[in-house]
């Protein structure tokens, strides 16, 4: 009941991660990553929570997307309600979409980027999703809320969005993870909670804390009080 696309960009070492509904709290249900194993996304008329974490920890241990992919799902008798999206260290994508998935169902893997949904508005949706994220302008946050609104213009979700998120990792910063578990417009109330994560006051707290290149960074003097 869900579209989401997982995203890397080999020039900074980030990953992207986002995701729609039509139903609550897509984010704790669909996306899941890591810096030292790559990103997941985990739907379905069933999803299962555990697929995700499985095949993040299938490529923390050396295996390929492809690889862990197909030994996740292919481990699971339920596999014809789910879809599994993966993107390994390598930048490399897979994708997996069972066979009872509500049309219309899909995926679409290519390096360094895979689009997947269930039960959207007709097949144009994942390119639009695809397409919306190569085209956009500005840092990863910004191209995969862009990503979203050009599948939500397609007709995504047959019943309309209920709840978005988005989850960015990059090394040189802290993560990035919003969510927006119930809203009329889901959209737009992520792309305001973005806003204010981007900007003053709060990202300038950002600047000292604990980062993947940086895990004992801190402020150089106590702050005025």
Not at 71 to 85: C, F, K, M, V
Not at 90 to 102: E, H, M, Y
Request: glycine fraction near 12%; hydrophobic fraction near 45%; include cysteine.
């Amino acid at each position: 009941m869900t579209f989401s696309l997982l995203a890397h960009d080999h020039e900074t070492g980030t990953y992207g991660g986002a995701a729609a509904t039509g139903s609550l709290c897509v984010g704790g249900w669909v996306l899941r990553g890591g810096l030292d194993s790559g990103l997941s996304a985990s739907q379905g008329t069933a999803p299962s929570t555990f697929w995700g974490e499985d095949v993040l920890r299938a490529m923390r241990d050396g295996s390929t997307a492809e690889q862990a992919v197909a030994e996740i799902t292919g481990a699971d008798p339920g596999r014809g309600h789910r879809q599994l999206s993966a993107l390994d260290l390598a930048g490399r994508s897979a994708g997996f979409t069972g066979d009872a998935s509500v049309p219309h169902a899909g995926h679409i893997a290519e390096p360094g980027l895979v689009v997947a949904g269930n039960m959207l508005g007709g097949e144009r949706v994942l390119p639009a999703l695809r397409q919306g994220y190569l085209d956009a302008a500005g840092g990863m946050a910004e191209r995969l809320l862009a990503a979203l609104r050009a599948a939500d213009a397609d007709a995504s979700d047959r019943r309309g969005l209920k709840s978005a998120a988005l989850l960015v990792l990059n090394p040189e910063a802290p993560p990035l993870t919003l969510r927006i578990d119930y809203a009329e417009a889901p959209l737009d109330a992520l792309e305001a909670l973005l806003a204010r994560a981007t900007g003053a006051p709060y990202a300038d707290w950002l600047d000292v804390v604990p980062v993947a290149v940086d895990r004992t960074r801190a402020p150089e003097k106590a702050p005025d009080v």
